[in-house]
């Protein structure tokens, strides 16, 4: 006779559904970046010389207001300059100009309102995703702090929440 398995305790199994939930969240961060990949190709392609990653903070802000290269070339530098990426972050004249610049000569084909409107949506979506993740983070954080073997884990170096959290939701208390 095999012997009996031992149930998760509620604080693992906590950490277990807060695990599986920042997984998925992760995947659809992911996978809205790599739509807006796909939109800023067939919109302004230059784009992302000047802002490698689609999915940063700077990215969605300049692209939910500027979806395309058509609105970038009728935008002033000074208002693109003063666009907020976050509460301390402006984007600057330099970057305003460089984008502009760029969207002048762009080969980016597709301005219509469709393109802008799932830009906007898929940016819109982003950030909510990276607010949803700071929020799952805090709350993986505070149960491996309540949790006996996560708490000790965390303790170890090189051993943050995001490899101890996957590691008491896997194994438990064994």
Excluded at 47 to 59: C, E, K, M, P
């Amino acid at each position: 006779r095999p012997p009996a398995s031992r149930l998760a305790d509620a604080a693992t199994e906590e950490l277990r559904e807060l695990v599986r939930l920042r997984e998925r969240l992760v995947q659809d961060f992911g996978d809205r970046v790599r739509a807006l990949h796909r939109l800023v190709d067939l919109g302004f392609p230059e784009f992302t010389r000047h802002v490698h990653d689609l999915g940063s903070q700077r990215a969605t802000a300049l692209l939910t207001a500027f979806p395309t290269a058509e609105a970038f070339r009728s935008a002033s530098v000074s208002r693109v300059a003063k666009l907020r990426s976050d509460e301390n972050h402006k984007i600057g004249r330099p970057l305003a100009l460089a984008l502009i610049e760029d969207a002048q000569r762009s080969v980016g084909a597709h301005h219509g309102e469709a393109y802008r409107l799932h830009v906007r949506t898929v940016c819109e979506h982003l950030d909510l995703l990276r607010r949803q993740l700071r929020a799952v983070d805090g709350d993986i954080e505070r149960h491996l702090d309540a949790h006996e073997i996560g708490k000790l884990l965390t303790t170890i170096d090189g051993i943050g929440s995001e490899i101890a959290a996957p590691l008491v939701a896997d194994l438990g208390d064994t």
